[in-house]
Antibody
């Protein structure tokens, strides 16, 4: 059974870069046809797609975040990562990672990790 | 930028039927948008209910169904139960690798 687990600092200072890793177990991150995505949810608010990376290495980002987001894959560690630069308090959210393909975009999900942006 | 619209809240009686919708600020939702639906309870990660318009995810009861109704995607819950009280989110594929979530619907069962 495929499982995903987010990890990274729970507190990031304003203007710094948020870095998170998603570790995939129970399957290979190099599997063709799938992509690996990040989604976030500010406290008390809805879900927001951040971006995805395909098995081919192609990346796709939310246009509203594109200038600050980088998603990459480390196949040797079966992990993929998110970097979000120049963070502000508005980036405080639970960050989820998920696997998907076009018609089943996000499944399964990781349990999520809360990242707070504060000095 | 395209906005995906959902009812902010909805209420249904136990045993009743409710249809939640997922639309576009401009244009109509079709199967080409591969609408998916997720259920989320407080403190939990979302759970996939429906994908590709009307395919139920593994383990999802058949009282959850998806469809296209008019110009929107729809999630219908037939015979609502107390534990269906959750937030429901739709997501649409906009093409070119881009996805957009709706704002979510808070469903109350009372």
């Amino acid at each position: 059974q495929l499982q995903l687990q987010e990890s990274g600092p729970g507190l990031v200072k304003p203007s710094e870069t948020l870095s998170l890793t998603c570790t995939v177990s129970g399957g290979s991150i190099s599997s063709s046809s799938y992509y690996w995505g990040w989604i976030r949810q500010p406290p008390g608010k809805g879900l927001e797609w951040i971006g995805s990376i395909y098995y081919s290495g192609s990346t796709y980002y939310n246009p509203s975040l594109k200038s600050r987001v980088t998603i990459s894959v480390d196949t040797s560690k079966n992990q993929f990562s998110l970097k979000l630069s120049s963070v502000t308090a508005a980036d405080t959210a639970v960050y989820y990672c998920a696997r998907g393909f076009v018609d089943l975009p996000f499944d399964p999900w990781g349990q999520g990790t809360l990242v707070t942006v504060s000095s | 930028q395209t906005v995906v619209t959902q009812e902010p809240s909805f209420s249904v009686s136990p045993g009743g039927t409710v249809t939640l919708t997922c639309g576009l600020s401009s244009g109509s939702v079709s199967t080409s948008y591969y609408p998916s639906w997720y259920q989320q309870t407080p403190g939990q990660a979302p759970r996939t209910l429906i994908y590709s318009t009307n395919t139920r995810s593994s383990g999802v009861p058949d009282r959850f169904s998806g469809s296209i109704l008019g110009n929107k995607a729809a999630l219908t819950i037939t015979g609502a139960q107390a534990d269906d009280e959750s937030d429901y989110y739709c997501v649409l594929y906009m093409g070119s690798g881009i996805y957009v979530f709706g704002g979510g619907t808070k469903l109350t069962v009372l």
